[in-house]
Every structure is written in structure tokens, then in C-alpha cells.
């Protein structure tokens, strides 16, 4: 009973609490997709969009990320809890195994490693790139967690075959946590896209020299850029042209062994019924996405936020704080004009208010959401504070209706701030070696135990992480008269690189503050005034 009160409690709080950035970083990343502040889905829009061939190659990225995300997890092994959805599909020495044949992995990788950052693992993205992929080309939506981590090393083998014979297939989704009626209904929700490639399995397709599909690819079914049920429709009814079921060499034909395996009874409910076809392809599809090695803590479902502040950035400016961004609407469009109103309160008990002009709208998991974006600007340029002030919270009034957070506002952390007064003293901007100074604008009263710089940088192994650079505190405190002092860090400090973005890390009583600012290369402040 107790233990009944406690999952129903999990449930009901599911959602999460503005700012969070790793938090905030992966719902972007995951529900921003095409129009406003495009991310990943740009690359798999239209769903026949090949980024590395010509249109007409028979390949798409879209049929890559999906075969990309089981094959890195399908080396989880249930009994030791090693392998799983932890990118190690990404090295060269895993790519290189006949389990993994055909270049789709390397574009993967290529493509969607780039979205990664300190709060989105590359596995992570992974993830993210399957969903998008799933959703953005007519299939269901499919519940999305974060928090995987990056594998060091390659994992141990284990991906199926189509050479291998039913038994090995069987103990292979079993290894990976799968019964036998789930690995028929897994190889039919992928196979519903993409085909086999020529130059990857010769011995199953052979070259078509066909001018719409110049790679020699053999479809899964007759819509392998779209999710539907046809995959299973065409097996039924014999009229499927799946290279894994009506290939010449019998071997090979692992799709007709798995669909079969059960008197097609998994496979004839499919073709009945597309709605529980999705249906059990998004549970199935989570649960992929959601195999990780042992240990690994995955984050809860991730749902939108209502109202999200977003790419916020404060400046300090001689005296001013120039302020500026985006507030983003779920469930919103721009068709009808809508009152968006910023209100805010500053650190001595006053009440400000902002009307905010519309920035764009974007739509996401096949159109079923869009979201509305307004910017936090004043007439087209950032919204210039009282810096002695300050900005402590926000709230937004859309159409008279005030947007809270349930009542807690949107809380802003003005306490440490990039300077403007940051300046070359010799060397010409863009071109090192520099001498110079970064100046960062320290609230009175806030006492940070540390105020560091912040760069993203790859391991040696590919993985994100972040190199920290302290800014020394002053053994003088610069004041500005305008409620901050300055502490600079030397820009000819070993360590320091020309050309890399920072944003600003700080900590008071030793956690780290929420701190907004886009990153600021060194090598584009300005030289100093003579
Ligand atoms: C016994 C299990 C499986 C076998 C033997 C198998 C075999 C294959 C083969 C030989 C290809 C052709 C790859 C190429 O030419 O590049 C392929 C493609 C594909 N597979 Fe599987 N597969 C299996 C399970 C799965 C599962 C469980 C999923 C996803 C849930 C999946 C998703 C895909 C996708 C999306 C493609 C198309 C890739 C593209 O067109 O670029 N497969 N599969
Ligand atoms: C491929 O298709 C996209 C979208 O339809 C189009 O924008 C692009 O120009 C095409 N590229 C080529 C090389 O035909
Ligand atoms: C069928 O495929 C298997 C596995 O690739 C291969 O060993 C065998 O030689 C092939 N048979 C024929 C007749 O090509
Ligand atoms: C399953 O369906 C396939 C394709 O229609 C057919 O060839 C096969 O005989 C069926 N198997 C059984 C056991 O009905
Ligand atoms: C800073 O502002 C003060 C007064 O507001 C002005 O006199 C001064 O010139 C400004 N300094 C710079 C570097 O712009
Ligand atoms: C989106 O908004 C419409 C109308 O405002 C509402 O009917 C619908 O339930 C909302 N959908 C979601 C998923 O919140
Ligand atoms: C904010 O300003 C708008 C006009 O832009 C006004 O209608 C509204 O009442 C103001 N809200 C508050 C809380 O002052
Ligand atoms: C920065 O360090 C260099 C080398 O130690 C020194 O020559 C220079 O004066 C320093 N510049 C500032 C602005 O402190």
C-alpha cells in the first residue's frame, strides 16, 4: 500500500522546474525541432534528406539514426549489465566489425555528436535522433529521457545478423532484455524504414543502376522514409519486396525467420491494426532508447514546459545591464496575435513591465505541437537595466493571464556578469597573441567563492566535458559605483585560448549558480580604450 502511494506520487510530479540546464538543455533539444531555433530535425527534414549524398542516393538520415540507436544498444548484456545505448558505436574499432557493416554509423555519429555538450551526451543525442527521426516521419510519439552516459571503449560484440540462424536471434534480444514476440515487433517498427545497401551486403542486393536510387538500396517496404504499418501489411498479404525476406539466398532472410517465428500472429495483428502497431512501436522504441549499462541513472520522462525562458544574456555595461531573449509558449501559435507581457521585479522592491514582440513559431513530433517565441528585446535591441537594481524574477502575462511557475516566477541570477569593459592592450583583435584583460562584473553582497571560465572541449575520446579557468579574485576590489565590482583574468594566462567560447561559471558557499550569458570568445573583444 505505502510502497502504491509513493509511485502514484512519482507520477503526478513529473514535470520539472525552470532554470535547470541539464534539464532544460535536453527538453530543447529534444521538442524544438523544425521552424524557430531549428536543431537536429533540420537534418531529417523531408525524411528522404540524404546530408551526405545526392537526393535520389535511396539512403536517408532519418532510416540511419534509427539503425544508429539499436545497434549501439544491442550490445547490452542483461546479465553483467555491460553495453547498451552509450555511443561506443562511435569508434572506428566497433564501426569496423561485419556486425556493423555500411558507413551509416560514421554519419551518425558525425551528425548528431555535434549537438552534444555538457548536458547532452553524445548517447544522448543518439537518443534524441532516433525519436525525432521516428516522430518527424509519421510515427508516434515516444517518451524521451536524458542523462545517458559516454562509453570510454568499444563494448563487447553482439549485434544479429541476417546469416545468423533464429535460435542466435532469439538469445541475442534476449541478452539485450527483449522476449521473442518483442523482437518480432522491434525488427518490424525499424524495418518500416530504410533498406539494405549494395556496397554493404553485395551477397544480398545487388546493383540496380537505377537513377533514383544510385546506391542500390533495397526497401523494407514500399514507404521506407515514412512510419507506417506496410512493413507488416506486405509481408501478410506476399506482396513484400523486404531483401531480409524475399532475398534469393535463404541464409540471409532473418526478417522472414523473425516475422515468422510465431505463425505470424505478431505480424498479422500488426497488419490488422496500424494503431497498435504504433502503439507498441513507441513502448518498444523507449524501451531501446532506454537500455544503458549498469549504473546509469536515466532522468524522468521529460515533458515541455509551458513557459520556458530561453538563450537569455545579461552584459554589463558601465552602470547598465543589457538584457535580452526569448520566452518560448508551448501548444501556442502565432495565428492570432496574442498580449505577451514581461513583468519583472528588481532587488530593491520594484515592478517593471515589458511588452514583448513575437520572434517565431516552431512545430515538433510531426506537427502534433507548435510553440510560439517571443523576444525579450526593447525596440529591436536588448532591454537596458539599473544595474544597481538588478533583475531578480520574472513572470509573463499572456493575454491577461499571469504565468508564473505556480507561483515561484522565473528566477534570474544576476550576480555575475561578463563586462564590456573587457579589452586588448596589444595584438589586434582576432589575431594572437594578445595581451589583455576579461573583466567580469561581480554583484556587491553575493561573495562568490569561485568565479571561473567555462569551455567545452572533447575528451580524448570524443566525450564532452568542461575545462574550467578560475578568475582570479582582486586583492582590490574594483568598484563600479553601479552595485558591482570588476574581477579580471589576464588574457595572456597560460591556459587561456584565443579562440574557444566561454560562459561564466561561479559559486557561493560552494554551488554553483544558474548564470546566463552567451558564450564570448576572447579574441572579439575590443582593444582598450587609450
Ligand atoms: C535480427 C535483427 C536484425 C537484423 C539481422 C537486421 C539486419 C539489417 C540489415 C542487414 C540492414 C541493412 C543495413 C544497410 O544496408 O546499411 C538493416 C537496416 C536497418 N535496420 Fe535492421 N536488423 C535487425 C534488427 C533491427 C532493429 C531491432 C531495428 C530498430 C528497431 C532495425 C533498424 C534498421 C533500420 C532503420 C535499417 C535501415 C538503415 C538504412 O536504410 O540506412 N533493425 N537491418
Ligand atoms: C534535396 O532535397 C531538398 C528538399 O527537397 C532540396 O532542398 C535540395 O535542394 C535537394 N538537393 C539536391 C542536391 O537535389
Ligand atoms: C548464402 O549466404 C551464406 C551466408 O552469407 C553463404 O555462406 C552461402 O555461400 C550463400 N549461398 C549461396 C548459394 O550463395
Ligand atoms: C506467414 O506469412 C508468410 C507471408 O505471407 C507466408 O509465406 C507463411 O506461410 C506464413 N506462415 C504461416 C505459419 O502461416
Ligand atoms: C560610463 O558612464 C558614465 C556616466 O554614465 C560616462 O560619463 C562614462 O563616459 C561612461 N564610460 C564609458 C567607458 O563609456
Ligand atoms: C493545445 O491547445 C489546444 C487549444 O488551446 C487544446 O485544445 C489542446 O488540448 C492543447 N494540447 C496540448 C497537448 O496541450
Ligand atoms: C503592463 O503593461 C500593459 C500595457 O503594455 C498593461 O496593459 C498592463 O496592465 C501592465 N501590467 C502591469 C501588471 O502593470
Ligand atoms: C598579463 O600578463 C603578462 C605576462 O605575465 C604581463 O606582461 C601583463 O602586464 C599582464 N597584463 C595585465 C593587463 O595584467
Not at 166 to 173: K, R, V
Not at 222 to 230: A, E, K
Not at 415 to 441: E, K
Request: with cysteine; glycine share 10%.
Amino acid at each position: 500500500m505505502l510502497e502504491f502511494i509513493f509511485l502514484a506520487l512519482l507520477v503526478t510530479v513529473n514535470g520539472y522546474v525552470w532554470p535547470s540546464p541539464q534539464l532544460d538543455a535536453l527538453e530543447s533539444a529534444r521538442f524544438e525541432q523544425l521552424g524557430h531555433n531549428e536543431g537536429i530535425a533540420g537534418f531529417v527534414d523531408p525524411c528522404i534528406a540524404d546530408n551526405f549524398e545526392e537526393n535520389l542516393s535511396g539512403r536517408s538520415d532519418a532510416a540511419d539514426w534509427i539503425r544508429n540507436a539499436y545497434h549501439d544498444m544491442a550490445t547490452h548484456n542483461t546479465m553483467d549489465g555491460t553495453g547498451g545505448l552509450d555511443s561506443s558505436i562511435r569508434f572506428a574499432e566497433e564501426q569496423a566489425r561485419p556486425e556493423n557493416a555500411g558507413d551509416g554509423f560514421f554519419r551518425a555519429s558525425e551528425v548528431l555528436s555535434a549537438f552534444a555538450t555538457q548536458y547532452i551526451s553524445i548517447a544522448d543525442t543518439f537518443a534524441i535522433g532516433a525519436i525525432i527521426a521516428i516522430e518527424n516521419c509519421g510515427g508516434p510519439e515516444i517518451a524521451f529521457r536524458g542523462g545517458r552516459v559516454d562509453a570510454g571503449e568499444p563494448n563487447a560484440p553482439g549485434v544479429p545478423q541476417p546469416q545468423q540462424d533464429l535460435q542466435s536471434h532469439i538469445g541475442a534480444f534476449a541478452r539485450q532484455g527483449f522476449t521473442q514476440t518483442e523482437m518480432i515487433s522491434l525488427v518490424a517498427c525499424g524495418h518500416t524504414f530504410g533498406g539494405v545497401e549494395h556496397a554493404a551486403f553485395p551477397n544480398i542486393v545487388p546493383e540496380f543502376y537505377d537513377p533514383t536510387d544510385t546506391l542500390s538500396v533495397a526497401h523494407f517496404d514500399s514507404t521506407f522514409v515514412h512510419f507506417d504499418n506496410n512493413i507488416a501489411m506486405e509481408y501478410i498479404s506476399g506482396t513484400t519486396k523486404d531483401p531480409l525476406v524475399v532475398g534469393r539466398n535463404d541464409t540471409t532472410n532473418s526478417d522472414k525467420r523473425i516475422f515468422g517465428s510465431d505463425g505470424n500472429a505478431t505480424m498479422a495483428s500488426f497488419a490488422k491494426s496500424p494503431e497498435l502497431y504504433a502503439s507498441t512501436c513507441a513502448t518498444l522504441f523507449a524501451r531501446m532508447l532506454d537500455t544503458v549499462p549498469k549504473g546509469v541513472e536515466l532522468t524522468e520522462v521529460i515533458t515541455p514546459l509551458p513557459v520556458k525562458p530561453e538563450i537569455l544574456t545579461m552584459l554589463f555595461d558601465n552602470g547598465t545591464v543589457q538584457f535580452s531573449g526569448e520566452v518560448r509558449f508551448w501548444n501556442m501559435t502565432l495565428d492570432e496575435t496574442h498580449a505577451v507581457n514581461l513583468l519583472w521585479d528588481d532587488h530593491i522592491g520594484g515592478t517593471h513591465n515589458l511588452s514583448l514582440p513575437p520572434a517565431g513559431v516552431s512545430t515538433s513530433t510531426g506537427g502534433l505541437y507548435s510553440a510560439a517565441f517571443y523576444s525579450i528585446l526593447d525596440n529591436g535591441g536588448p532591454f537596458l537595466l539599473d544595474a544597481a537594481a538588478g533583475i531578480k524574477n520574472m513572470r509573463f502575462v499572456v493575454d491577461g493571464k499571469l504565468e508564473d511557475q505556480g507561483g515561484s516566477g522565473f528566477p534570474v541570477q544576476d550576480g555575475v556578469l561578463y563586462s564590456t569593459s573587457s579589452c586588448i592592450t596589444s595584438g589586434m583583435q582576432f589575431f594572437p597573441p594578445f595581451t589583455g584583460r576579461f573583466d567580469v562584473a561581480v554583484r556587491d553582497g553575493l561573495n562568490p567563492t569561485r568565479v571561473f571560465l567555462e569551455r567545452l572541449e572533447m575528451d580524448n575520446v570524443g566525450r564532452p566535458i568542461i575545462v574550467e579557468t578560475d578568475v582570479p579574485r582582486p586583492d582590490q576590489p574594483v568598484p563600479t559605483g553601479a552595485g558591482y565590482s570588476i574581477w579580471s583574468i589576464n588574457l595572456t594566462q597560460s591556459g587561456i585560448d584565443a579562440f574557444a567560447m566561454y560562459t561564466l561559471g561561479a559559486e557561493v558557499n560552494g554551488e554553483k549558480l544558474v548564470l546566463f550569458g552567451a558564450a564570448q570568445s576572447i579574441s572579439q573583444v575590443p582593444r582598450c580604450p587609450t
